[in-house]
């Protein structure tokens, strides 16, 4: 079994590396146990993403059905022949992380299934919460590992780190959200079209979680510190570019970050934190 568990650790960190250079950058700051929990994470929650987002050509309502049941029977059991499903299993238990985050994260993904429009601030906060949010408090169970008073202080903080980073990738999808699958996420945008002011409006909104999220951030402990700002750099540099990209271009390509830039923010967060500034 250890080899077995291994394995499912290593093709989570392969989809991990395969899907999200950055995030794989961030993860791969941390203590090696913190690292395979994170890449367990990350890859049971972008295979459900992948399910409602690109296989088109397949039943994903029947799909997102069978990886939730077959989740369930894993944790029942113990084992998964799934490796993705197998490593998250073990984290879940390990890190005790509850059930209701990974209800709240598959019924959003759901809400990908059957609902196109957010009209209302509410609505969108609700999915926000399912699709983000609980991500976020899955990693933050991970990184107090059982310090109880220590998640409950960063609670908030993990969830607007995690609205804001859902809110940049929506801004930066917004093209494709819109075009490709039909989707409108922000309630701003409910029977309207995307001009300068709603942008700078979503920018604004944004920046308020991300103000919040860095207090959190400054109080994390070890080098889930490191890991989590290098993150939280590279999306306060997407928004920032973001805000100075015309919103018919935003609409007309997607907006990247050069990998020299990446690099350049990699080694901000590694000297702030060495030199304890942050």
């Given at each position: ?9 290593n093709i ?40 409602v ?54 019924t ?41 008073k ?41 029977n ?40 939280y ?46």
């Open positions: 079994m250890r080899f077995y568990n291994k394995c499912a650790f989570s960190k392969v989809v991990t590396t395969s899907y999200s250079t950055s995030f794989s950058f961030a993860t791969n700051l941390l203590q090696k146990e913190q690292r395979d929990a994170i890449y367990s994470i990350y890859g049971f929650v972008r295979f459900a993403d992948e399910i987002d690109t296989f088109h050509e397949y039943n994903k309502s029947y799909l997102l059905d069978r990886f939730e049941a077959d989740f369930k029977e894993a944790i029942q059991r113990g084992i998964s022949l799934n490796p993705i499903l197998q490593s998250f299993q073990l984290t879940v238990k390990k890190y005790h992380i509850p059930q209701a985050y990974i209800d709240a994260f598959i959003s993904m759901r809400y990908d299934l059957e609902k196109k429009e957010y009209k209302t601030k509410l609505e969108a906060e609700q999915y926000i919460y399912g699709s983000a949010d609980v991500v976020g408090l899955m990693c933050l169970k991970v990184f107090c590992n059982g310090n109880n220590k998640y409950n202080e960063l609670l908030l903080p993990a969830m607007k780190l995690g609205s804001a980073f859902q809110k940049v990738n929506f801004l930066r999808d917004l093209r494709e959200d819109t075009e490709t699958l039909g989707r409108h996420y922000f309630s701003e945008l409910s309207r079209e995307f001009c300068e002011e709603q942008k700078n409006r979503i920018v604004k909104d944004i920046e308020a979680d991300f103000a919040t999220a860095y207090k959190g951030i400054r109080e994390l402990p070890g080098k889930s510190k490191l890991a989590v700002l290098l993150a750099y590279y999306y306060r540099l997407l928004l920032n570019k973001l805000r100075k990209t015309p919103a018919a271009t935003i609409m007309q390509s997607r907006v990247r970050i050069p990998n020299y830039k990446k690099l350049l923010i990699m080694l901000k967060a590694q000297t702030l934190y060495n030199l304890r500034l942050v």
